[in-house]
């Protein structure tokens, strides 16, 4: 079983830095690929960012040359540096993971985070 759990939201200026942190917990066999979501009143939740274990990282174009994604794999952590913020980032954003439990290597489980909430305005 793995449990994530979201830091680092706020509020930012346009313009602004944020850096969003999840610490994976728990027991497992392996945590394959981590990424942020996000979601905005009356929207859908979108992709935002993924990375696998190897650090292969693929983003969403509306944030593309402006977040990046990083992982520590030692430590169970991924994070979200979001520099040049809109405001229409705005939203809040929730970890994802996909891992293997030890008892079941072999299949994928996916887990969410509880959200943390990103406000940029002036």
């Known amino acids: 079983q793995v449990q994530l759990v979201e830091s680092g939201g706020g509020l930012a200026q346009p313009g602004g830095s944020l850096r969003l942190s999840c610490a994976a917990s728990g027991s497992f066999f392996s945590i394959n690929i981590m990424g942020w979501y996000r979601q905005a009143p009356g929207k859908e939740r979108e992709l935002v960012a993924t990375?696998?274990?190897?650090?292969?990282?693929n983003y969403a174009d509306s944030v593309k040359d402006r977040f990046t994604i990083s992982g520590d794999n030692a430590k169970n952590m991924v994070y979200l540096q979001m520099n040049s913020l809109k405001p229409e980032d705005t939203a809040v954003y929730y970890c994802n993971a996909a891992y293997q439990r030890i008892e079941s290597s072999a299949a994928n489980v996916r887990v969410w985070g509880q959200g943390t909430l990103v406000t940029v305005s002036p």
């Open positions: 990375i696998t274990g190897v650090g292969r990282a």
